[in-house]
């Protein structure tokens, strides 16, 4: 055994590329914010989501993905963030909200 070599296997490396599925589970949704939270949106979406809505607010083509995650995102953003569509995320929305709020009442 004094002469035998080691060979390493021939290994790839995994793609770990996740765009296809991350994609395929997002889902296009439309806020209203203020421009005080540009930067805040723009970690999730690019200049070209934008559209200018008067002076202080942008509409923002915004991808989401229906999870506690991202739900906790949108309300981070607090008044300055308005759920425009779909509706049905608008109205989870607000249930999560009347859930806070209930939390505070005496």
Known sequence: ???SFFKPKDYQKPLLDFTDT???I???TTIRIHKSIMDRVLDFCVYEDFTSDGEEHYIVDFPLIENDYYYNI???FGDKCQFL???HIRTELKNRIQNIANLYKD
């Open 26 to 28: 997002q889902i296009r």
């Open 74 to 76: 949108i309300l981070s």
């Open 22 to 24: 991350w994609t395929s």
């Open 1 to 3: 055994m004094e002469n």
């Open 85 to 87: 569509e779909p509706l």
